[in-house]
């Protein structure tokens, strides 16, 4: 996780051991300081993520074709900034706001043919959405 501080443009960095070290007491804490890059634009970048994970949670629970294994979901935004050569001058989407986060799944190389919906990454896909909710 790299994300930028919107008061002083510090880099914060976090490798995967970091990742690892959160559990059910401070993942809310790590996703604070993934969002921390957003500045006062948290909330709707929040949103916009649970949109995106809550569409593909709904292609998850009419699929079954597929079951996936260590497939990561990828989420990036655009962080906030203060700088008028920096802003996003981006048509805006077509509901009329700006995009500010993409939700996208990486690492195929571990899928197979299935009968049945994929319980495993459902469960833990709405995991993810409830922990983003709770950060609206």
């Given at each position: 996780?790299?994300?930028?501080?919107p008061?002083n443009?510090?880099?914060?960095?976090?490798?995967?051991?970091?990742?690892?070290?959160?559990?059910?007491?401070n993942?809310?804490?790590?996703?604070?300081?993934?969002?921390?890059?957003?500045?006062?634009?948290?909330s709707v970048?929040?949103?916009q993520?649970?949109?995106?994970?809550?569409?593909?949670?709904?292609w998850?629970?009419?699929?079954?074709?597929?079951?996936?294994y260590?497939?990561?979901?990828?989420?990036i935004?655009?962080?906030?900034?203060?700088?008028p050569?920096?802003?996003?001058?981006?048509?805006p989407?077509?509901?009329?706001?700006?995009?500010?986060?993409?939700v996208?799944?990486?690492?195929?190389?571990?899928?197979?043919?299935?009968?049945?919906?994929?319980?495993?990454?459902?469960?833990?896909?709405?995991?993810?959405?409830?922990?983003?909710?709770?950060?609206?």
């Amino acid at each position: 996780m790299r994300v930028i501080s919107p008061d002083n443009g510090i880099d914060v960095v976090r490798d995967k051991t970091y990742g690892r070290s959160l559990d059910a007491a401070n993942v809310l804490e790590g996703l604070r300081l993934f969002l921390s890059g957003a500045g006062d634009r948290q909330s709707v970048v929040a949103h916009q993520i649970v949109q995106q994970l809550k569409s593909l949670q709904s292609w998850f629970e009419r699929q079954k074709c597929y079951a996936f294994y260590a497939t990561s979901i990828l989420i990036i935004y655009e962080g906030s900034s203060t700088s008028p050569s920096s802003q996003n001058t981006e048509a805006p989407s077509p509901n009329g706001r700006e995009t500010l986060a993409d939700v996208r799944m990486i690492d195929f190389a571990h899928w197979f043919e299935a009968e049945c919906r994929d319980e495993n990454f459902l469960h833990g896909l709405e995991h993810v959405i409830d922990h983003f909710t709770q950060l609206i």
